[in-house]
Every structure is written in structure tokens, then in C-alpha cells.
């Protein structure tokens, strides 16, 4: 999808502080969630060197996609995920109106690769480098993230 930055004059675009803290937030909410599901339904298993392993089988498993698809279902349904609306800011289409569920998703399947490694870094680049001020998953999407 190809956004025309003449369609989106009156729009101010989010700053990457307050797209790297809405992030933020939103992981650790997951991680949060991710946490206590683990100690419930999921098998944890400590090593001598300070790390641990957390596995999940069978129905449980399921609950780690369903966290996961929250943030894109809040995002699609209401334009913002709880990080986001802590920051004042929020995702919308090429038009201006908020982003689809299935936009939403397409974005956060790329954020393995947007944030994920150096902590997010990578995106931090893209967007300083982009006129529309997008990250891989937002391109790809068709989305902006602008001040709400």
C-alpha cells in the first residue's frame, strides 16, 4: 500500500521516544502476562547459570498467541494499545482513519525484526530515514503512527 505524504499534511507524526516507550509498555504487559502464564500452565526449568527455560504444551500454548494477538486486536479495534494510549499516540491507514486488525497484525508480525534485535535499534534507524517516519512492519502494512 502506498501512502502519499501530501494525504497526510495536518499529521503529526509520532516521535520514535514516544514510539520506543509505547513499546515499552506494551512488551511488558505481555511479558507481564507471559510471567504468570508460565507459572501456572507452563513448565519452567532453571540452570546452574542463571538462565531458565519455559515450555508449554498442548492447550496452554495457546494462550501465548492469544497474548500475542491482543496488541494487534486493540490496535485494529480502537487505533491504539494500551502503551500507545499511555503515550498519546495511535496508528492509522493511508486514509487517516485507524488501522484493520488485519493491518495491525501484518505490522506486528514484523516486529521480531523491527524490534527485537538491539532492542529495537533497527526500527530506530528506519524511521529516522523514512519521510513518513515508518517502520519496517508499518511500510509493509500500510500505517503511520502519529500523535493522537
Not at 502519499?4 to 503529526?12: D, F, G, L, N, V
Not at 517502520?135 to 509493509?140: K, N, P
Request: overall charge neutral.
Amino acid at each position: 500500500m502506498d501512502i502519499q505524504p501530501q494525504s497526510i499534511t495536518t499529521t503529526s507524526f509520532a516521535s520514535r521516544p514516544r514510539r520506543f516507550f509505547a513499546a515499552l509498555i506494551d512488551y511488558c504487559i505481555f511479558g507481564i502476562f507471559f510471567y504468570f502464564l508460565a507459572i501456572f500452565y507452563g513448565e519452567v526449568k532453571a540452570t546452574d547459570s542463571f538462565e531458565f527455560h519455559v515450555s508449554f504444551e498442548g492447550w496452554p500454548a495457546i494462550f501465548v498467541f492469544v497474548a500475542w494477538l491482543l496488541l494487534p486486536l486493540t490496535e485494529g479495534i480502537y487505533g491504539q494499545s494500551v502503551g500507545k494510549f499511555l503515550c498519546k499516540i495511535k496508528v492509522m491507514d493511508s486514509k487517516g482513519a485507524n488501522s484493520s486488525v488485519e493491518q495491525s497484525i501484518v505490522r506486528h508480525l514484523f516486529d521480531p525484526i523491527d524490534n527485537f534485535p538491539l532492542f529495537g535499534i533497527l526500527a530506530w534507524i528506519i524511521i529516522s530515514k523514512q519521510q513518513l517516519k515508518q517502520r519496517i512492519g508499518d511500510i509493509v502494512a500500510g500505517t503511520i503512527v502519529v500523535n493522537a
